[in-house]
């Protein structure tokens, strides 16, 4: 029905930055909410940032204030994480999600990638 591909993960040394990419393809879907989580070995998925449809409210877990930022272009269907000041604890499969719904402050995506690496070495 709908792909989510991310792109722009790799190896990059702590304090750097990169930019991961979020396209989507495929059926229509809701627009109103997307986000990124990620996954690190041996944990459990958590919640990295999220964005609804005018890119006016965002939302970002307490860990990545300041440092990261989401953003999207709708033209494009593609979403954007701008990632500074990446930790060695950052290490973890990123992913990117779209539509679902918010249970309190908690979202609860419907779709999602396949997810990207990123490797924070120190």
């Known amino acids: 029905q709908v792909q989510l591909v991310e792109s722009g993960g790799g190896l990059v040394q702590a304090g750097g930055s990169l930019r991961l990419s979020c396209a989507a393809s495929?059926?229509?879907?809701?627009?109103?909410?997307m986000g990124w989580f990620r996954q690190a070995p041996g944990k459990e998925r958590e919640f990295v940032a999220s964005?609804?449809?005018?890119?006016?409210?965002?939302r970002y877990a307490d860990s990545v204030k300041g440092r990261f930022t989401i953003s999207r272009d709708n033209a494009k269907n593609t979403m954007y994480l701008q990632m500074n000041s990446l930790k060695p604890e950052e290490t973890a499969v990123y992913y990117c999600?779209?539509?679902?719904?918010?249970?309190?402050?908690?979202?609860?995506?419907?779709?999602w990638g396949q997810g990207t690496q990123v490797t924070v070495s120190s």
């Open positions: 999600a779209a539509g679902g719904s918010y249970t309190g402050t908690v979202y609860y995506p419907a779709y």
């Open positions: 495929g059926r229509t879907f809701s627009s109103d909410r």
């Open positions: 964005i609804n449809w005018s890119g006016v409210s965002t």
